[in-house]
């Protein structure tokens, strides 16, 4: 700690990289201190006013006052009163009711810290997800685009890592975004299914807003509406335990660990491209690829990319635990492991798509290489066409498939053997058996020949699910990621 008087020396600290290096500063405060205490003081307003409508002898006076003091937070009165009271929030409540004496008798009135500690949390990963969806969305446009300007380029495509059938790059970029469609559904799903823990008391019986309103059930159901309602959410759980059940947690961060799972393929298959020089990501002018190999250039935003979303897909196994052991209506070990897994996810998330966003803006195709690898396999998976072309000329498929067999091996020597080009054409070229089709052959072999239905593919899909699915988001498609990111 510094000396009295001093300034406190930020670097000789450890500061975490997702909010010192990373993550946009949007959601650095979605999961900070301010956000978190100023949504605490909102709900300790909105219950007073849902309370004071409802009848409690609470004043216009107390509520104004309050409403003057929501963001006035002395974070150094609420450290020492938390020191002293060792209770986050009953060292809020004091805090608040120092600069709001009047009224300061009916803050937190029939309320549990959970009131303000469950309710926040749920509010903030709602803004988290709020932050999310459109940065998913930009990502998923960006890539549409990609998909849409090569949705006719030929490539060689793999199965197993080993030549398989051509397709298009665009078509491959699809993989790419169906996967991203369904996180969008599945983030979107989780946002809307989250409800408000509402006022429910201790242990979720309500039984202290039944005694404030001395007995009267209806007026404590509309409580717990008119709050959540205020909160901006349209549903309350109906039943809780002190706290929401943490199995919310679960499907909340679920779903970021499968976005995770779907930027880590889509970045992997990025990676796998550049060595391949066909695909490379963004790469400045002045960039360093490596320190000791000049003529580098690393992928080194998909392999962050990678990197965190394995850090993201392993933050699902915190809540799945932390829900097994919370026992009967709540125990505190859950709540630490919450305050690290739950920022951490959206702030890793928030990371991911940023990059994302940034490699997709600026994706550089070596449509020469793709040619020159086509080149290389095609002639192989033409020797079917070539065998049917043989037979509309009058061969037999039996002889053909011999001299076929026989001119393949040869070829596929002097690749493997010898280090040379595929030379199989030629040979089929400088047999007289094959003169019939000699001047097919150019035909025969046209890539776009082999892609079947990939363009087609590529239209359909954009135009009818994807495009659709960007529309609520539209107003928020602009703003490019900086390159030097």
Same mark, same amino acid.
């Given at each position: 700690?510094?000396?009295?008087?001093?300034?406190?020396?930020?670097?000789?600290?450890?500061?975490?990289?997702?909010?010192?290096?990373?993550?946009?500063?949007?959601?650095?405060?979605?999961?900070?201190?301010?956000?978190?205490?100023?949504?605490?003081?909102?709900?300790?307003?909105?219950?007073?006013?849902?309370?004071?409508?409802?009848?409690?002898?609470?004043?216009?006076?107390?509520?104004?006052?309050?409403?003057?003091?929501?963001?006035?937070?002395?974070?150094?009165?609420?450290?020492?009163?938390?020191?002293?009271?060792?209770?986050?929030?009953?060292?809020?409540?004091?805090?608040?009711?120092?600069?709001?004496?009047?009224?300061?008798?009916?803050?937190?009135?029939?309320?549990?810290?959970?009131?303000?500690?469950?309710?926040?949390?749920?509010?903030?990963?709602?803004?988290?997800?709020?932050?999310?969806?459109?940065?998913?969305?930009?990502?998923?446009? &960006?890539?549409?685009?990609?998909?849409?300007?090569?949705?006719?380029?030929?490539?060689?495509?793999?199965?197993?890592?080993?030549?398989?059938?051509?397709?298009?790059?665009?078509?491959?970029?699809?993989?790419?975004?169906?996967?991203?469609?369904?996180?969008?559904?599945?983030?979107?799903?989780?946002?809307?299914?989250?409800?408000?823990?509402?006022?429910?008391?201790?242990?979720?019986?309500?039984?202290?807003?039944? +005694?404030?309103?001395?007995?009267?059930?209806?007026?404590?159901?509309?409580?717990?509406?008119?709050?959540?309602?205020?909160?901006?959410?349209?549903?309350?759980?109906?039943?809780?335990?002190?706290?929401?059940?943490?199995?919310?947690?679960?499907?909340?961060?679920?779903?970021?660990?499968?976005?995770?799972?779907?930027?880590?393929?889509? %970045?992997?298959?990025?990676?796998?491209?550049?060595?391949?020089?066909?695909?490379?990501?963004?790469?400045?002018?002045?960039?360093?690829?490596?320190?000791?190999?000049?003529?580098?250039?690393?992928?080194?935003?998909?392999?962050?990319? %990678?990197?965190?979303?394995?850090?993201?897909?392993?933050?699902?196994?915190?809540?799945?635990?932390?829900?097994?052991?919370?026992?009967?209506?709540?125990?505190?070990?859950?709540?630490?492991?919450?305050?690290?897994?739950?920022?951490?996810?959206?702030?890793?998330?928030?990371?991911?798509?940023?990059?994302?966003?940034?490699?997709?803006?600026?994706?550089?195709?070596?449509?020469?290489?793709?040619?020159?690898?086509? &080149?290389?396999?095609?002639?192989?998976?033409?020797?079917?066409?070539?065998?049917?072309?043989?037979?509309?000329?009058?061969?037999?498929? +039996?002889? %053909?498939?011999?001299?076929?067999?026989?001119?393949?091996?040869?070829?596929?020597?002097?690749?493997? +053997?010898?280090?040379?080009?595929?030379?199989?054409?030629?040979?089929?070229?400088?047999?007289?058996?094959?003169?019939?089709?000699?001047?097919?052959?150019?035909?025969?072999?046209?890539?776009?020949?082999?892609?079947?239905?990939?363009? +087609?593919?590529?239209?359909?899909?954009?135009?009818?699910?994807?495009?659709?699915?960007?529309?609520?988001?539209?107003?928020?498609?602009?703003?490019?990621?900086?390159?030097?990111?």
């Amino acid at each position: 700690m510094a000396a009295p008087g001093e300034e406190e020396d930020v670097m000789a600290r450890y500061r975490s990289p997702l909010v010192s290096r990373y993550a946009s500063a949007e959601m650095g405060y979605n999961f900070s201190e301010r956000k978190k205490f100023g949504t605490w003081r909102r709900l300790w307003l909105y219950l007073a006013q849902a309370e004071k409508s409802l009848g409690l002898p609470i004043t216009d006076e107390q509520i104004q006052e309050m409403e003057a003091n929501l963001d006035n937070i002395d974070f150094k009165m609420a450290a020492e009163e938390e020191k002293k009271l060792r209770h986050d929030v009953m060292a809020h409540v004091h805090t608040f009711a120092h600069c709001c004496p009047k009224a300061a008798a009916i803050i937190h009135l029939g309320a549990t810290s959970c009131y303000v500690g469950d309710n926040t949390d749920l509010i903030v990963l709602r803004d988290g997800f709020n932050l999310l969806l459109p940065k998913l969305a930009r990502v998923i446009s &960006r890539l549409a685009d990609f998909a849409e300007k090569y949705a006719d380029m030929p490539a060689l495509g793999f199965t197993h890592y080993q030549p398989a059938q051509l397709t298009t790059v665009g078509k491959r970029c699809c993989l790419w975004i169906q996967d991203l469609c369904m996180d969008l559904q599945s983030l979107e799903r989780a946002r809307d299914d989250l409800r408000f823990r509402g006022v429910k008391g201790t242990t979720g019986t309500q039984a202290s807003f039944l +005694q404030l309103f001395e007995g009267d059930h209806s007026k404590v159901e509309e409580l717990d509406r008119l709050v959540t309602a205020k909160a901006g959410f349209k549903r309350a759980y109906m039943v809780t335990g002190q706290t929401y059940s943490r199995k919310v947690d679960i499907g909340v961060l679920s779903v970021l660990a499968s976005l995770g799972a779907s930027i880590h393929k889509i %970045c992997t298959d990025i990676r796998l491209l550049a060595n391949l020089k066909e695909i490379e990501e963004p790469f400045e002018k002045d960039q360093i690829g490596s320190s000791a190999m000049p003529y580098k250039r690393n992928p080194m935003r998909s392999e962050r990319c %990678c990197s965190l979303a394995r850090h993201l897909m392993t933050l699902v196994m915190d809540p799945l635990q932390t829900a097994s052991v919370q026992w009967f209506e709540r125990t505190l070990d859950d709540s630490a492991n919450r305050r690290v897994c739950l920022a951490e996810a959206f702030l890793t998330a928030d990371i991911i798509l940023s990059t994302l966003q940034n490699i997709s803006e600026g994706l550089v195709v070596y449509p020469k290489v793709i040619e020159r690898r086509i &080149r290389q396999e095609l002639p192989f998976m033409a020797t079917e066409n070539i065998i049917m072309a043989m037979v509309k000329a009058g061969g037999n498929r +039996q002889d %053909c498939h011999e001299k076929i067999r026989v001119l393949s091996q040869q070829a596929a020597a002097v690749v493997k +053997q010898e280090g040379g080009d595929n030379d199989f054409i030629a040979r089929v070229r400088a047999d007289p058996y094959f003169s019939p089709i000699h001047k097919q052959l150019e035909s025969l072999l046209d890539p776009s020949s082999f892609t079947g239905r990939a363009p +087609q593919q590529v239209a359909k899909f954009l135009k009818e699910e994807v495009r659709p699915a960007l529309i609520p988001y539209q107003s928020k498609m602009g703003g490019k990621i900086d390159l030097a990111l």
